[in-house]
């Protein structure tokens, strides 16, 4: 008999991860090389990938990097491609890559705006990177997918995406309102929508698809808004960059083998109240 431990090995799997120079990605990455994944690190940043992947190589792992625009369907393509022709095979694939306007210098202006004044090219823009790009890399992905008779797709989503932002921790004493863009929640809601849909018409396929919900995660926030966020979840603190990967690895892995348009909360009791 298997020991528990083995469903958790990656050992001859390919993993694909979008968004994998960010915060989480880069995490997600390293996770999966750890358990045994060969790893496409993409992401928009072609010098950056290439450096991440080499960074993954040089500790022994089993790496490359693929720059990409996940809202262009050629070369989301491109990035599938190119993993085949690597690796010969493509088994997991992680859609992180997404627009958040903490991190995204062309949409940090959006906390200021009010919903009733929010501009359409900003809403647009982030309908074709959180919710047009996820559909094209799983589109992409489901190809070779079905060919092998085999894949795990996991989309990352986020507790806003299951109930509505407190935007009372955005407050600051004697400061202009300030609230979390209405596109952010809209976006996440509809990567749960995709992913059940992904999970049912794949049925019979050996394909699942499943969301990993995480909590805020702790990216040098201003300690007013670490105060405020903490409060509001029952551990009292916010995540470490670390603390998704096990959740990330059980989705990934053999471990959740029984598990499929499932919606993985790890928010340290954010949605309990």
């Not at 790009?133 to 507790?159: D, H, K, V, W, Y």
């Not at 109930?163 to 929640?185: A, F, M, N």
């Not at 990216?219 to 470490?240: C, L």
């Not at 670390?242 to 959740?247: L, R, S, T």
């Amino acid at each position: 008999m298997d020991s528990i431990l083995d469903k958790f090995q990656l050992n001859g799997k390919v993993a694909v991860v979008t968004g994998g120079i960010g915060l989480l990605g880069s995490q997600f990455c390293l996770t999966l090389a750890q358990a045994g994944a060969s790893v496409v690190v993409a992401d928009l940043q072609a010098e950056k990938v290439e450096s991440a992947a080499r960074s993954l190589r040089d500790s022994g792992f089993n790496a490359i990097g693929a720059g990409f625009n996940v809202t262009s369907k050629e070369s989301v393509q491109g990035l599938v491609d190119e993993t085949i022709r690597v690796y010969g095979r493509l088994d997991i694939l992680v859609c992180s890559a997404a627009m958040d306007p903490k991190f995204d210098s062309s949409q940090s202006g959006s906390l200021g705006n009010t919903f009733e004044n929010f501009p359409l090219s900003a809403w647009r823009d982030a309908l074709e990177v959180n919710l047009t790009g996820l559909f094209l890399c799983a589109q992409a992905a489901a190809r070779p997918m079905l060919e092998q008779n085999f894949g795990s797709i996991i989309n990352i989503c986020s507790t806003y995406g299951l109930v509505g932002p407190d935007q009372r921790i955005y407050e600051r004493p004697d400061q202009p309102p300030r609230y979390k863009p209405v596109y952010y929640s809209v976006t996440k809601a509809g990567v749960l929508g995709l992913t059940r849909y992904l999970a049912t018409y794949f049925r019979g396929k050996n394909i699942r698809a499943n969301a990993l919900t995480p909590g805020g995660v702790y990216n040098d926030h201003d300690e007013t808004f670490v105060k405020n966020y903490s409060y509001r979840t029952v551990m009292g603190r916010m995540a470490h960059n670390d603390e998704m990967n096990g959740a990330l690895l059980f989705l990934a892995s053999e471990a959740s083998s029984y598990m499929t348009g499932a919606n993985l909360v790890v928010d340290g009791g954010w949605t309990a109240w």
